[in-house]
């Protein structure tokens, strides 16, 4: 059941003319910042910004009283949405990823694995702290009063920058000094974590919740 959830889901927000834009739009970040790189990380605010698209139509549609006559649990609902979210956020990766392959070979630039993995890590991470804090949110209180949390992710970023800056934590040398695989595995941490702890928040959320 989770995987057909999953499957009507994306056909339900992922295959919208304005969502496929975005991918566009990634493609033209690639293409107009000569930074390699800057294609994945917009992929992934795109991700992060598209999380909330599903419970739009779930408003919009009133598909959350579907959900809840049909015979589907409400953790397969949960667990099926976060796939889908994540499925489009491989799809916007691929789709960053072409694109900085192909630019760097058009500019004649090497690219450094180094930088890609990175930046492979550090969407990852953005991409499940958008998870761990939007998911629970919508999946309590809907759209319409959890909408903002789209840039919850973005404001736990940038403050935690501004802390660790103001804090002396983080400076100019700061991931310089870092080992590679430190990096990595921090971020790879973030991302595992806020997708699981997110996605069973949710779930437990959900059940509770009086859909009409």
Known sequence: ???????????????????LLLLAFIALVGIVLPLPGMAIAASALVTSLILSAPFLGDERDRLDTLYGVLPISRGAVVVGRAISVL???????AVATAVTFVMAWVRNRDLAPELLLVNYAAAFAIIGLAVGVQLPVLFRVGYTRGRFMVYAPVAVIAGGAWVGQATGVLGDDTFSTLPLEGIVAACAAIGIIGITVGTGLAARFYRARELR
């Open 1 to 19: 059941m989770t995987l057909a959830f999953t499957r009507f889901d994306l056909m339900s927000w992922a295959v919208k003319k304005q969502t």
């Open 87 to 93: 499925l489009y956020g491989l799809a916007a990766v």
